[in-house]
T-cell receptor
Framework: GESVGLHLPTLSVQEGDNSIINCAYS??????FIWYKQESGKGPQFIID?????DKRQGQRVTVLLNKTVKHLSLQIAATQPGDSAVYFC?????????????FGKGTTLSVSS | NAGVMQNPRHLVRRRGQEARLRCSPM?????VYWYRQLPEEGLKFMVY????????ESGMPKERFSAEFPKEGPSILRIQQVVRGDSAAYFC???????????FGPGTRLTVL
């Protein structure tokens, strides 16, 4: 069946370092991917998305890379700050059509120390 | 702009009672999704609704769980005769009529004693 997974459950970095969080997916037909940040006690917060016709997309301090050949995507956070500490999920949306359910991976807990 | 609203934020029920979780989508959004999150896990899709219609309930347990999104008022996720295994965080998301960027509410944390 379809699955979305992250390589590491936890990642610890120092403030100011760059963070890389990885995710693998299994559905080669997937068209749309989203990274969410979830802080303790809160709902997932949209960070950045990427369509399958792109390899890279940049936001403010974040970059998502998509490698369709190996079905892998990554989230890069530049100059990581303590406020970035949270659980990060990649989510797979099979198609961009309204009504398609998101399939979430298990999450990577990012801990940023000062 | 108000985001997706959910209430209550925390709900405690004893085994056998009913739980009602409410979700008000963002203004202009006509699509509502419910997800469940167990501790240390990602969110799992339960049901997708539009106004007065259940479109996809493939993630809903076959018994005790139901959902609705009436013409007026919030979407309701109803769990009858709750059991301890129902304890989880339940998140609602909404998306606009076109496209599928889903915005999440803060969740309802259900604890079954």
């Amino acid at each position: 069946g379809e699955s979305v997974g992250l390589h590491l459950p936890t990642l610890s970095v120092q403030e100011g370092d760059n963070s890389i969080i990885n995710c693998a997916y299994s559905n080669s037909a997937s068209d749309y991917f989203i990274w969410y940040k979830q802080e303790s006690g809160k709902g997932p917060q949209f960070i950045i998305d990427i369509r399958s016709n792109m390899d890279k997309r940049q936001g403010q301090r974040v970059t998502v890379l998509l490698n369709k050949t190996v079905k892998h995507l990554s989230l890069q956070i530049a100059a990581t700050q303590p406020g970035d500490s949270a659980v990060y999920f990649c989510a797979d949306l099979g198609t961009f059509q309204a009504g398609t359910a998101l399939i979430f991976g298990k999450g990577t807990t990012l801990s940023v120390s000062s | 702009n108000a985001g997706v609203m959910q209430n209550p934020r925390h709900l405690v029920r004893r085994r056998g009672q009913e739980a009602r979780l409410r979700c008000s989508p963002m203004k202009g959004h006509s699509h509502v999704y419910w997800y469940r999150q167990l501790p240390e896990e990602g969110l799992k899709f339960m049901v997708y609704l539009q106004k007065e219609n259940i479109i996809d309930e493939s993630g809903m347990p076959k018994e005790r769980f139901s959902a609705e999104f009436p013409k007026e008022g919030p979407s309701i996720l109803r769990i009858q005769q709750v059991v301890r295994g129902d304890s989880a965080a339940y998140f609602c998301a909404s998306s606009p009529p076109q496209g599928n960027e889903q915005f999440f509410g803060p969740g309802t944390r259900l604890t079954v004693l």
